[in-house]
DNA sequence: ATTTTATGTCAGCGATGTTGACTTTCCAAG
DNA sequence: CTTGGAAAGTCAACATCGCTGACATAAAAT
């Protein structure tokens, strides 16, 4: 039995690895997961869409212009997966897609006024749980939040992930 | 609402609660979430279950006896739901369903040998990239990720979650 | 001129979530 | 003892969102 919550300070680095204390950080994720997309998920019903045009929302509004292509390896999905959920976003109004100048194969992508309408109202409510969680937390924290899961990730994922600056706005 | 610009900074520990930060801590959410995921998945496909299963499979091992009703509210299903994935475990030999002894309504859930070896397959593989995260952002990183994570929860769910104790083996 | 790339589309399938309705079993309270 | 309700199981129908495979079109690249 290894006693933990409050002293995973100091210098027990030996401690921190038992498989009690991974399973405790596996079912952290599950649960804050679940949280996590829990409000967008509430206001997506009312708009009769689903978790994959949140996601589809949320990267076009941070890379505005970005190609099928570009959100396909993004999101780690299939075209057809893809071309559903864009297809009834472009058809509702909420995202636009141009031919591409350079290239008129491709499309980038753009949120229209009413694509960025919903935008906000869903990331304001995913942004203030995650601010609610961070003030709980304070700082110091966060950058350990953070640095646990950039290291989970995919190597290849990470380098995406790192690559849109902080300050890219 | 709209971004918390630098107009309140004053420390650095309001420098946190940027847009921009809680964008990344969100976009790192769903990249570190698709990793954690993806060696199960991996393992699953080829013993045709999906991730319901391996979440099934998680809470009876954690807690062997549980009820059907108490999985229920664990994972956050309908009935409907979970019944199709336990019949399926339970016909194939991974899941014991035993009549409860005090009340003979109840169901009490154990792994099988064969769903025990599941479990360690799947556990094993989840572990080996939640040690090697820990491993590489450090014990006070763990600390502030578990923290973080916790925070997100919903206030329910964090009590269920914390109920159970680190070295209920 | 031919090949490759980017995109779109159709058809079908599978996993997993939902609601609603109904049954059986059985505990517990009147 | 009877009755109400809880626990569990089941059937049907449906939606979202992954997947594969096949095929079409336009445009860039060779």
Redesign the pocket.
């Known amino acids: 039995m290894v006693a933990q919550s409050k002293a995973t300070q100091g210098g027990e680095s030996l401690l921190f690895l038992t498989d009690e204390q991974l399973r405790k950080g596996i079912e952290a994720m599950f649960f804050a997961y679940r949280a996590f997309t829990a409000d967008p998920d509430r206001i ?1 019903e009312n708009h ?8 589809a929302i949320h990267f076009i509004n941070r890379q505005p212009g970005l ?4 959100l ?1 390896s993004t ?13 009834t976003l472009v058809d509702d109004g909420l995202v636009e ?1 141009r031919v ?1 100048r ?6 980038n992508l753009f949120l229209t006024e009413k694509g960025a309408m919903l935008e906000r109202e869903l990331s304001d409510a995913q942004r203030a749980r995650m601010r609610a969680a961070y003030r709980a937390a304070g700082p110091a924290a966060v950058a350990g939040f953070r640095q646990v899961l950039e290291a989970m990730m995919d190597p290849d994922i990470r380098r995406q992930y790192q690559a849109i600056k902080d300050g890219a706005a």
């Open positions: 997506l009769e869409y689903g978790r994959a045009h949140h996601r190609t099928v292509n570009a396909l999101l780690g999905v299939t075209k057809q997966s893809l071309n559903r959920v864009l297809r897609a591409g350079r290239d008129k194969r491709e499309r």
